[in-house]
């Protein structure tokens, strides 16, 4: 099996949890490497500290049962699984300038649908409108947090939160972003309509609660309809569902020079 040592991989967000068929609670963390260019970790425990810009090196092989080119997994992953997060070395963290650089320069697309047509799992994109944000009902929720468990024996969420990891079945309602592409978009339609599975969303659903008011709130904590920010929305779709893409981080910088 293919193994290397990725040595440069600047972590680009980190999807919520989710709950392996094992019971496993796993992150999926996406990134960019100059080497390799984009790159899936999956999956990784919830210690590991995949912050994101943070610059990491870890050793990683491929996963015989997720073929997409852009998918990896830290070395040994089931094995050591309550251990994975020590494999992971944070050699460096961009500067503001470096992260605005890098964005500009990673290849983007102009349609979800051109990583469709290319057979890309990862891929960014400028949204030219965003048309609304809403929420859907989670038609699958779950409200029992799993806790039989993989005994994690540290770690910093051990503090905070000891066994009760929420993945995302465990929230009634799914965040949605519809939106236009720069285009020509190639959907009938004329624009996308994408489920936010961002790890920042639901840590601000877990530790406010959800409500109508956080709800709403969160929104504007991402700045999405505020013009005063550039947004690049980092996409990716799933092993089983490849044409469906979610959007795994909002990047969002203000302006400093007024247009
Ligand atoms: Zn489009």
New binding site residues.
């Given amino acids: 099996m293919e193994e290397r040592i990725l040595k440069d991989l600047i972590v680009l967000g980190r999807a919520a949890p989710d709950e392996m068929k094992d019971g496993r609670q796993a992150v999926c963390v996406g990134g960019w490497s100059d080497e390799l260019g984009f790159i899936r970790l999956y999956p990784a425990n919830i210690h590991t500290t995949l912050n994101r810009w943070k610059i990491i090196e870890v050793p990683v092989e491929r996963n015989p049962k997720d073929v997409r080119e852009e998918s990896w997994k830290i070395e040994g992953s089931k094995m050591d699984w309550s251990q994975i997060h020590h494999k992971v070395t944070t050699v460096g963290e961009l500067t503001r300038t470096e992260k605005i650089e890098l964005l500009n320069k990673i290849p983007k697309v102009n ?3 051109d990583l469709n047509d290319s057979q890309k799992s990862l891929g960014i994109i400028i949204p030219k409108e965003i048309i609304s944000c809403e929420y859907e009902e989670r038609k699958k929720y779950d409200p029992r947090i799993q806790t039989k468990l993989y005994m994690f024996t540290e770690g910093p969420m051990l503090k905070d939160n000891p066994f009760l990891v929420k993945t995302k079945k465990n929230y009634p309602m799914i965040p949605i972003i519809k939106w236009k ?1 720069p ?1 020509p ?3 009938k339609q004329g624009y ?1 309509k994408s489920q936010v599975i961002m790890l920042e969303v639901y840590e601000w659903f877990r530790k406010h609660g959800v409500s109508e008011e956080t709800k709403r709130k969160l929104w504007d904590n991402l700045r999405i309809c505020d013009d005063e920010y550039d947004k690049w929305f980092f996409v990716g779709n799933q092993n089983n569902y490849r044409r469906s893409f979610l959007l795994i981080s909002i990047l969002r910088f203000k302006r400093k020079l007024k247009r």
């Fill in positions: 349609c979800i649908e592409c285009g978009c190639k959907l996308h």
